[in-house]
């Protein structure tokens, strides 16, 4: 869902003169600035290493639930992929700005007893750690989706559906935990081409870029 609202806010900003998008399965979206990439394996971008060179940025949007799975399984998903894509990438291009969509109440000591805080948060620092330029962790809370945008999760998609009538709402009453995909995509474009002054950027922050 993310994805979709950040691919779209970068293929309508005229400042972006190309995207490459890294996907399991054809979305079907045509676009000459758009050059979609299917590779099935996340956990090997050795393959497709000649695709990662001379990019600016790398938006990494990738996630799931935690729900019904041991702390193994959710990191291989949450960790394990997004290490074995941001490697690659900070050894090709040490100019990159990297963007980590992580989440509100990420644990960074990788203590704490909530098990996706500590895994997010345990993507956090090894993310800090690699020589990119740059390095941001987003951290939503609530995520709005604009323009037809939907979540690919099912778990997902029923509680947004309930929610849609009320968000007009919760964004105005509370502006710290709501944003949109649209905000989303255009604060990630923004701390691209112009940096932020902090690492960690929760809804407010995001909302103000």
Request: with cysteine; glycine share 8%; charged share 20%.
């Amino acid at each position: 869902m993310v994805g979709q609202g950040v691919i779209r806010e970068c293929l309508l900003d005229p400042d972006v003169e190309s995207v490459l998008s890294i996907v399991r399965s054809p979305s079907g979206q045509r676009n000459p600035k758009l050059r979609e990439l299917v590779h099935a394996n996340f956990f090997d971008f050795s393959p497709i290493g000649r695709e990662l060179s001379g990019l600016d940025a790398a938006f990494f949007c990738l996630g799931a639930t935690s729900a019904g799975k041991t702390e193994e399984q959710y990191s291989r998903v949450t960790y394990d992929i997004t290490m074995a894509a941001a490697e690659p990438l900070a050894r090709l291009n040490p100019g990159m700005t990297f963007v980590f969509v992580s989440g509100a109440g990420t644990d960074t000591t990788e203590r704490g007893r909530v098990m996706w805080a500590r895994v997010k948060g345990k993507a956090e620092n090894a993310l800090a750690r690699l020589p990119f330029k740059a390095v941001y962790m987003f951290r939503p809370a609530v995520i709005q989706p604009m323009h037809g945008i939907q979540s690919k999760t099912a778990l997902y998609r029923i509680p947004y559906l309930l929610l849609r009538p009320l968000t007009p709402w919760l964004r105005k009453r509370f502006p710290q935990y709501v944003t949109t995909t649209q905000q989303l995509g255009r604060a990630m474009i923004a701390v691209a081409k112009h940096g932020a002054p902090k690492r960690v950027l929760e809804s407010a922050d995001i909302n103000k870029l």
